[in-house]
């Protein structure tokens, strides 16, 4: 008798050993994850959400709690594309994340859109990742690390991006809401020649800092995403005042959107 319970002892201890974090993640509660990059992009979700833990993880606070009736993760985890990726890495392996929201601002690239205009991204593209040669710039296609080598985009979720579209337009009206390309790239372009080739060369309607690498995570971790964007700015010369002044306002508009959202995903 004592053998076979010395036995099932050492079974336990193995199991346990064996199972380590991975099982405590898949018990963990089911979570959407909602990312950005500044505080001023989610002051208005953390002030409406009832946050029961923040775990600071790597530097980055990560709030757990609920939203509008739906258990999430709350972070900021700061500007550019490494700092991104970081942060939607980091939540992806900590908790039991079904599907990735990003909010924040951006920079227009289109005459068609104003300050203040909400963008809902259907497809995302790195627009400095490339070499650098002696005939200058040269910009590479897709991501063979991750899996994609055909094609110059990363494709949201259409779900989620019908769903986003469909919450903005009962937020801000049908006038003032886009679909289509944002282009991510380390640098904040306030440049009237480098957004008209943002527009030539891969059709963007808006850009920012943070997106396509959050999208190449959650492609290589088979998570479903979407990446909305409220304009501060029109990315030209006068894109560094025009963001000082109007950044605040857009990044609130942006997460009143992804609100409306959550409360949608619960009807």
């Not at 053998?3 to 979570?31: P, Y």
Request: proline share 1%; net charge negative.
């Amino acid at each position: 008798m004592k053998r076979i319970v010395s036995v099932l002892l050492i079974f336990i201890f193995l199991f346990v050993l064996l199972c380590g974090t991975g099982c405590a993640s898949a018990a963990q509660k089911e979570r959407i994850g909602i990312i950005s990059a500044m505080d001023n992009e989610i002051s208005v979700l953390l002030s409406e959400a009832k946050i029961d833990r923040v775990d600071t993880i790597g530097g980055v606070d990560y709030h757990v709690g609920t939203l509008h009736g739906q258990a999430v993760v709350i972070t900021r985890a700061g500007i550019g594309k490494v700092r991104a990726s970081s942060g939607v890495t980091t939540m992806l392996n900590t908790y039991n994340i079904s599907k990735v929201l990003f909010t924040g601002i951006a920079g227009g690239v289109t005459d068609e859109t104003q300050v203040f205009d909400e963008i809902i991204a259907t497809r995302l593209v790195e627009h400095d990742y490339g070499r650098i040669t002696n005939d200058g710039f040269i910009w590479t296609s897709g991501d063979p690390g991750a899996g994609i080598t055909e094609g110059l985009y990363y494709e949201c979720d259409p779900t989620l991006v019908d769903l986003a579209y469909r919450a903005a337009v009962e937020t801000v009206g049908a006038d003032h809401v886009f679909k289509g390309t944002i282009a991510t790239g380390d640098q904040f372009i306030a440049s009237e020649t480098y957004v008209k080739s943002l527009q030539e060369d891969f059709d963007a309607i808006a850009c920012e800092m943070e997106g396509a690498s959050v999208a190449v995570v959650c492609i290589k971790y088979g998570k479903p995403f979407v990446v909305i964007r409220a304009l501060s700015d029109k990315a030209d010369g006068n894109a560094h005042e025009t963001y000082t002044d109007f950044g605040d306002i857009a990044g609130a508009n942006s997460s009143h959107i992804l609100i409306r959202m959550l409360e949608m995903m619960g009807q």
